[in-house]
């Protein structure tokens, strides 16, 4: 049987982190059938998202929490997922923006003999709900790499993605960015060297509360851009 190992990075989530978890968990039993972890990655959090995630594990015999010394999504990722075994490694932001109900489908595309599955914002099928100014941001950097890349693909940011154990032997150790670049760094490797990957449409709607400084983000992410096109 498949088992299917769901990643949820959190950095300071004390107020959303126990509905979430519950949420997840309760989709997860109801429609999964494979064998399934979800494991709570605490970036360094100094809030009281750690001893949220224990009482969860405690509750709930399918849910682990780690503890990370070090902020970043990538580093969470790469963390859990190199530490762990699984026929299937996903994950999805704690806020829940990407609807629940494209688990299974995510999932399921991974055991059909894709690489790499990816929610897409952007596909004829999708809906999204979200401002003008992060709409053109998002736009804006996929503008970006398509003038550095020439990519097929339509979304590299949205925060619900899966990968199968060939990525992670092959391409993983090679991603170099701890943060939100880690992302675009795996899918254009995993595009450069010819792994198949798939996007499929979702509902999703913007996080008003999110944390992240989009313009300060948008800037690394040109910075990043331009040191991955050198070093590859």
């Known amino acids: 049987m498949k088992k299917i190992l769901l990643v949820i990075p959190v950095y300071n989530e004390e107020k959303i982190l126990e509905d979430s978890i519950e949420k997840l968990y309760e989709y997860m039993e109801d429609n999964i059938k494979q064998d399934w972890k979800i494991i709570i990655a605490n970036n360094a959090s100094i809030d009281k998202t750690q001893e949220i995630g224990e009482k969860l594990s405690k509750k709930y015999h399918k849910v682990e929490i780690y503890h990370l010394d070090f902020k970043g999504r990538g580093n969470a990722l790469k963390h859990v997922w190199l530490n762990n075994n699984a026929d299937v490694y996903a994950y999805c ?3 829940l923006a990407t609807g ?3 688990l299974k489908e995510l999932f399921d595309n991974i055991s059909q003999g894709n690489n790499i599955v990816i929610a897409s914002r952007y596909l004829k099928n ?3 709900r979200r401002t003008l100014k992060r ?3 998002s736009k804006g950097y996929l503008f970006l790499i398509n003038i550095f890349f020439k990519t097929n693909l339509t979304d590299f940011q949205c925060g619900f993605k899966a990968i199968d154990n060939k990525i992670k032997r092959e391409i993983l150790d090679k991603i170099k960015n701890k943060e939100w670049f880690f992302d675009t760094e795996l899918l254009l490797l995993a595009e450069q060297g010819g ?3 798939k996007e499929i449409p979702v509902k999703w709607n913007e996080n008003k509360d999110s944390k992240v400084n989009i313009f300060r983000t948008v800037i690394n992410y040109i ?3 331009i040191k991955f096109k050198d070093e590859n």
């Open 223 to 225: 910075r990043n851009l």
């Open 195 to 197: 792994y198949k990957i």
């Open 93 to 95: 932001d704690v806020d």
């Open 126 to 128: 999708s809906r999204t």
């Open 100 to 102: 629940i109900e494209h």
């Open 135 to 137: 709409l053109f941001l």
